[in-house]
């Protein structure tokens, strides 16, 4: 390899050469001629270089003008279904069909409040027919929704979205823009009425179309994002603009005028390239994209000195070369100086490439950004959102690995791999990463989460060689990574992408700004997923309360629930709400109940409604709860038992609402009755008993004394008539007695298998005896009655007492009828009668054509010591008796009587099972 000294010797020798073949013209020409040569080659270059230039700026251009353009229409296809969704919820739907309920107001603002705060929206309302507000959330912007009510009918007409266009409030100078959606109940639907309400959705551009038109994914000092459309002779723009007019918001320029205006271009459907002057008057070149179901365009548009700037350096360098080359032929340079000059032109070179090749990798990053931008608008699934843009990082921006982790908060806060893609290999098991401030925790993705900030590393090979990690990166190819923090709402990092590059120090400032707006944007796009899940979820389980208190309003048992309004300053009631209750608890359907309140309190009977309005009274006094029981008279003319309670409260509007619950307590009162009628008896029962008892010994004395009398007597002594009308007198009063003790229930009871039909066969004399020639005794007797058990002694008493008493009932004549017969009894037909089963009974019914009874005698007819008989004809114990002993004997006893028309008794005995239905019937005349 020859020295400098040589290479020098060498040059000289050359030049001396040459030296007396350059004089003259030929000096000229070998000046001129390479001169001629360096500009035209500096020239085609330059063209060259301008045109591949402003072919890259346009695909710049073109890739964020068709990312914006998608971005923002399917950010307005989102907002869209927003409000299409909004308009089907139910919670709203119910506010429509009914606003003046205070309860479907407060549920319909507080699910407005949640989409409003959800979604960002700066106002939610909803307007009716007029335009004129119904609801507003925040209240305070109901001035926002009078640009709404020029759109009104027109949103009314139509079931698609209609887009409210910018405007200006003048109380703020804020532009806004929104959304309104037609509201038709399913009331309107099924009844084909329009719709009566319109859901609005009013937006601020500065919280997501600024941010988006603002930014610019790759540097640049001068480029720009407009967003304009026509109106008449006039370009409105809707953003603001660049800061030469400050603030400005929605400043307009004529259309006409100025043939170079770039906006005018734009709007007249020019394509391509666009070259012109913009608002500013300053040279741009941009591109144009119309924005679909919009009368608006978007522009991306960059200086033309800025992208002239680039040309203009390479050109500068290109000159430089061609200058040196002409010192070096017109001073005849030597070697030396000329291979001192080469390696300097090698240096600019090789500095080229370089920045040519950290452009290339920029705008592979940039390729990437926008793909993970499109990824981030369709998103819908994060896990899929996550692994998607893993793949996308080493697919398209050619790293080696990608990988997101989120920070556990464990004792340990390890950092969980959620999503990978690329030369995995099993590193993420190895490298078992932490975000706890330990030594393992510094690594760039701990490092990342708990500081909240980028980290980086250029060269791992650098890097302590002990740690395991960098070891087993190195093994697969890793040289460089980075981590980058994905923060919550709050700033606070939940995770981290991480990055491994298989270059080193392939790191530069921009393309690390880069990755960290993809990491805001993944941040962002796993944020809008979750609210998004979160908000299905709640509405989900919104419906699935209405659902569940309706169900269990709707399925009550013996009950009903309801929600009455009471309007201020006698406004009247009005039933809010009612269940399906209402049906079965007062006769009437629920629609009637909601149209008049009144109807359904109006079955209170009259001298009950003083104990409700009473218990109202005392209950608004102290705004607590009130419990009252009264008597309804329903449409069937049937009286039954209620207990209503209810709780009362102020709705905002000042109306008094009163939430409450209606139960059937029919059966309760009877058991009750049943009890304090046992109470009675029980008492009475035992005062019998002692009497009873000290009578009979009082009883025996007589009829001893009178017997011995009667013995000592002769026939026909006249004393002894006395005697025996004295012994008659103590045998009746025997018979009272054993009234007395059976009442009491202190005789003792024989039951045994008993037919009816062959027990009145036996007493058809005797009947016939007691019920004399003026009235007439039939007998209809069932030959398959089934037995029963019983006491025959208590039966035969039971069916005396019943004949004496019709017998009573008849002084002037008439007709007793006997009939037995096989019953079947439902729990229905027992209701009242707790301790009785359904089943089979024995039936034995006495039916009389005397005077009847009226309801007042029915309702004391079985108590004790009551008797319509004159004073000294009656005991007013054998109804009682019969009473006793038929629910001794685990039956029933049911009375049917008019005035006039005679009663029937009829006694109800459980048959058993093994006989029933094969009872013989006896012979038994129907003489009189």
């Known amino acids: 390899m020859p020295t400098n000294e040589q290479t020098?010797?060498?040059?000289k020798s050359i030049l001396h050469r040459l030296a007396p073949r350059l004089e003259g013209w030929h000096v000229l020409l070998f000046i001129v001629l390479p001169a001629i040569t360096t500009v035209a080659a500096g020239w085609i270059y330059l063209k060259h270089r301008r045109t591949e230039a402003f072919r890259v700026t346009q695909e710049i251009l073109d890739s964020v003008a068709?990312?914006?353009v998608e971005h923002l229409a399917s950010w307005l296809k989102e907002r869209r279904r927003d409000a299409?969704?909004?308009?089907?919820t139910p919670s709203i739907?119910?506010?429509?069909?009914?606003?003046?309920?205070?309860?479907?107001?407060?549920e319909a603002l507080k699910w407005l409040e949640k989409l409003r705060a959800s979604y960002g929206y700066r106002t939610v309302a909803i307007l009716d027919a007029r335009g004129n507000p119904m609801l507003v959330a925040p209240s305070q912007n109901s001035h926002l929704c009078s640009k709404a009510a020029q759109q009104v009918p027109?949103?009314?007409?139509?079931?698609?979205v209609v887009p409210q266009d910018f405007h200006s409030d003048s109380a703020t100078n804020s532009i806004f823009f929104g959304f309104l959606r037609r509201i038709r109940s399913e009331e309107d639907a099924r009844h084909d009425r329009p719709a009566q309400a319109v859901l609005l959705l009013h937006l601020d551009p500065d919280d997501f179309l600024e941010p988006l038109l603002m930014s610019w994914p790759t540097p640049s000092r001068t480029a720009e994002t407009l967003f304009i459309q026509r109106e008449g002779r006039q370009i409105v723009f809707l953003n603001r603009a660049h800061p030469r007019r400050g603030a400005e918001r929605m400043f307009r320029l004529p259309a006409t005028g100025n043939s170079q205006l770039l906006e005018a271009k734009a709007l007249q459907g020019e394509t391509g390239l666009l070259a012109g002057v913009d608002y500013r008057d300053v040279p741009v070149l941009a591109t144009a994209r119309q924005i679909p179901k919009t009368p608006w365009t978007l522009i991306a548009k960059m200086d033309r000195k800025e992208v002239d700037a680039t040309v203009q350096r390479e050109f500068g360098l290109v000159a430089l070369m061609g200058g040196l080359t002409l010192t070096s032929f017109a001073l005849g340079a030597s070697l030396l100086r000329r291979q001192e000059r080469w390696s300097l032109v090698q240096r600019e070179l090789a500095t080229r490439r370089q920045a040519e090749e950290a452009i290339r990798r920029m705008n592979r990053t940039l390729r990437a950004l926008l793909v993970c931008n499109d990824l981030l608008v369709r998103a819908r699934d994060e896990s899929k959102l996550l692994h998607g843009i893993c793949r996308v990082i080493c697919r398209e921006a050619g790293y080696r690995?990608?990988?997101?982790?989120?920070?556990?908060?464990?004792?340990?806060?390890?950092?969980?791999?959620?999503?990978w893609a690329g030369d995995e290999q099993g590193y993420l098991k190895v490298a078992n990463a932490t975000w706890s401030d330990v030594e393992r925790g510094r690594r760039p993705a701990g490092s990342s989460i708990r500081t909240g900030t980028t980290t980086h590393i250029q060269n791992l090979e650098h890097e302590a060689r002990g740690a395991p990690w960098i070891e087993e990166a190195l093994k697969r190819g890793f040289r460089s990574s980075v981590a980058l923090p994905l923060k919550d709402e709050g700033g606070r990092a939940f995770g981290a992408l991480v990055i491994y590059a298989g270059e080193s120090n392939i790191w530069p400032p921009d393309e690390i700004l880069l990755l960290e707006e993809l990491a805001k944007d993944l941040s962002f796009g796993i944020r809008t997923i979750r609210a998004r899940a979160a908000h299905q979820q709640a509405e989900s389980m919104l419906v699935e309360n209405e659902k569940r208190l309706r169900h269990l309003g709707d399925n009550?048992?013996?009950?009903?629930?309801?929600?009455?309004?009471?309007k201020p300053a006698g406004g009247g009631l009005r039933f809010v709400y009612v269940s399906a209750g209402v049906e079965k608890m007062h006769e009437i359907d629920a629609g009637t109940a909601l149209k008049d309140a009144q109807r359904l309190f109006s079955q209170v009977l009259e001298e009950d409604q003083p104990k409700i309005a009473k218990a109202e009274t005392e209950a608004l006094a102290k705004m607590t709860p009130f419990r009252v029981e009264v008597r309804l008279r329903l449409p069937s003319g049937a009286v039954r038992w209620r207990l209503f309670a209810a709780a009362p409260r102020r709705t905002t509007e000042g109306h008094l609402l009163w939430d409450g619950i209606e139960l059937d307590i029919t059966r309760l009162k009877e058991i009750e009755a049943e009890l304090l009628q046992a109470q009675k008896m029980e008492v009475v029962g035992r005062l019998a008993s002692n009497v009873a008892h000290d009578f009979n010994n009082l009883l025996m004395i007589i009829k001893g004394f009178s017997d011995l009398g009667l013995n000592a007597l002769p026939p026909g002594h006249p004393v002894r008539k006395n005697l025996e009308e004295i012994l008659n007198a103590g045998r009746r009063a025997t018979i009272l007695t054993q009234r007395l003790l059976v009442f009491s229930r202190r005789m003792e009871i024989r039951p045994r298998t008993l037919n009816?039909?062959?027990?009145?066969?036996?007493?058809e004399a005797l009947m016939r005896q007691i019920l004399g020639q003026e009235l007439q005794l039939v007998f209809r007797l069932d030959p398959g009655l089934g037995s029963v058990n019983a006491d025959p002694g208590q039966i035969e008493q039971v069916i005396m007492n019943l004949a004496i008493n019709a017998r009573d009932a008849m002084p002037k004549g008439g007709t007793l009828t006997v009939t037995t017969f096989h019953a079947e009894l439902t729990e229905t037909d027992l209701v009242g009668f707790a301790e009785r089963k359904p089943g089979a009974y024995a039936a034995l019914s006495l039916q009389d054509t005397g005077s009847g009874m009226t309801e007042e005698v029915m309702a004391h007819l079985f108590k004790p010591f009551f008797t319509t008989k004159e004073p000294g004809k009656g005991t007013g114990l054998g109804l009682c008796s019969v009473f006793d002993i038929v629910q001794q004997s685990g039956g029933l006893i049911r009375v049917r009587s008019e005035p006039g028309e005679g009663s029937t008794f009829t006694v109800f005995l459980p048959c058993l099972e093994e006989t029933t239905g094969s009872s013989p019937s006896p012979k038994i005349s129907a003489r009189t």
């Open 8 to 11: 020098e010797a060498r040059g």
């Open 401 to 419: 690995m990608a990988w997101v982790g989120y920070a556990e908060q464990n004792e340990e806060k390890t950092v969980r791999p959620i999503a």
């Open 556 to 566: 009550l048992p013996d009950g009903m629930i309801y929600q009455l309004e009471e």
């Open 93 to 106: 739907q119910a506010f429509v069909a009914n606003p003046a309920a205070p309860a479907l107001r407060a």
């Open 154 to 160: 027109l949103v009314l007409r139509t079931r698609f």
């Open 84 to 88: 299409d969704l909004a308009s089907k």
């Open 66 to 68: 068709e990312s914006k």
């Open 756 to 763: 009816l039909n062959l027990l009145l066969g036996e007493m």
